[in-house]
């Protein structure tokens, strides 16, 4: 890959299931982002080439959930636009579309990331289109079916992990602790205010949501070690220690270097390469170590190398076996907390987690990040940046 700049990013804050976000619906939420990453960067709203918008649960979103976003934010109408859905891996893929784009010359700026509210997904009603003659019906949530139901395996994705679980030999307590400590860093580094810089206000019905929702300082290991296990019968997964439902958006500006030093935009850092991989639908958990493992080996890269390894938490399971494996310091693991904490907002992650990479690294003088996630179906991916 030819070099691609990363000029600035931007999210809204994380929301909780039905929390002060949750009178936005995807489309508020990613239009927010981009309004505000162009107001952020003052790119000249012409100059941007494409946008590339993640979403995963789009059932009565509407259509092209994307380009309503860019009709409605501050960018022309005539800005081409693509809807990413792969799931988790949205926000990533839809930044490495574009980081493809402006290495093939297609473009040279684009702007690339996801949005998502899991609030707003509806219920379906399956088999309804030729009508109940008598007897009950099912109604389906889409937030499991369309994103946290694996469709090749026919389980839920809790339900996979626990097998992952088995496998390994993870431990309960383990995998508290470390769900534990994601819930007091995220706490303590909003009190630090560390996320304001990169965090953009949303207006809402019910008021201006400035700050993320989720972190509970008040957990404990007797608390969580309490919680039920909704998977297995004296399984490991709990509320407490799986990836939070939750809303938001984030998006970041990728350009030309050339382009960008002929603009006047310094870089916050540089996409340097991004890998994706895929195993059997049941290995998900697994693939994010196949990911990371790749990525460094291609560009001849230790796992010490890398200050600061920002991979979403699906399940702190997960996170634990990632880490265990591949032997990732635990103060450059999400050292500001993560899903756990925060919540996974599906389709937006992606574009929260980079914006909050980059962020990250620029206030700690990082060399390398990483950032990415588990992908439902089998995969992962993953990108690399370098300051």
């Known amino acids: ?7 600035d990013a931007a999210r809204t804050p994380h929301g909780e299931l039905l929390g002060s976000l949750s009178s936005e619906t995807a489309v508020d939420l990613g239009t927010a982002a981009l309004d505000g990453l162009v107001d952020r ?9 494409w946008v590339g918008l993640g979403n995963a649960i789009q059932a009565g979103v509407g259509q092209v959930p994307a380009r309503q976003a860019v009709v409605r934010s501050v960018l022309p109408d005539d800005t081409p636009v693509t809807t ?7 926000g990533v893929r839809a930044i490495a579309l574009a980081a493809d784009r402006i290495a093939a ?28 003659r008598h007897g009950d019906g099912t109604v389906v949530d889409s937030m499991v079916r369309d994103g946290l139901w694996d469709m090749n395996y026919g389980g839920h994705m809790g339900e996979i992990t626990e097998d992952m679980v088995e496998r390994e030999g993870l431990d309960r307590e383990a995998i508290d602790e ?10 303590e580094a909003i009190a630090d205010g560390r996320f304001d810089a990169e965090t953009v206000a949303v207006e809402t019905r019910h008021g201006l949501v400035e700050r993320d929702e989720g972190p509970r300082p008040d957990s404990t290991l ?16 709990t509320p407490g220690n799986a990836s939070k439902l939750a809303d938001g958006a984030g998006a970041v500006l990728l350009a030309d270097p050339e382009a960008a030093h002929e603009h006047g935009f310094g870089a916050m850092a540089h996409l340097v390469d991004y890998e994706t991989v895929y195993r059997a639908p049941n290995e998900f958990n697994e693939a994010v170590g196949d990911v990371i493992a790749a990525l460094l080996d291609r560009n001849d890269l230790a796992v010490e190398d890398v200050d600061h390894y920002e991979v979403n938490e ?21 050292p500001n907390g993560g899903a756990v904490a925060f919540g996974h907002p ?21 060399t390398y990040g990483l950032v990415g996630m588990s992908v439902g179906g089998g995969g992962a991916i993953m990108a690399l940046f370098e300051r």
Do not use: C, K, W
């Open 1 to 7: 890959m030819t070099d691609i700049v990363l000029v």
């Open 105 to 132: 010359g297609e473009a040279e700026f684009a702007v690339a990331g996801g949005m998502e509210s899991m609030s707003n997904a509806p219920y379906l009603l399956p088999d309804y289109r030729e009508g109940r």
């Open 84 to 90: 990413i859905n792969e799931a988790s891996g949205s």
């Open 314 to 334: 699906a399940f702190a399971a997960q996170t634990v076996y990632v880490r265990d494996r591949l032997g990732i310091p635990a103060d450059r693991l999400n």
């Open 222 to 237: 007797e608390s969580l070690a309490g919680l039920p296990t909704p998977f297995r019968e004296d399984g490991t997964i």
């Open 346 to 366: 599906i389709g937006a992650s992606g574009g929260m987690l980079a914006t909050s990479l980059a962020y990250g690294m620029e206030r700690e003088d990082a």
């Open 178 to 187: 470390y769900a534990l400590r994601s819930h007091d860093r995220a706490a």
């Open 41 to 49: 960067t003052g790119v000249d709203r012409t100059q941007v080439d």
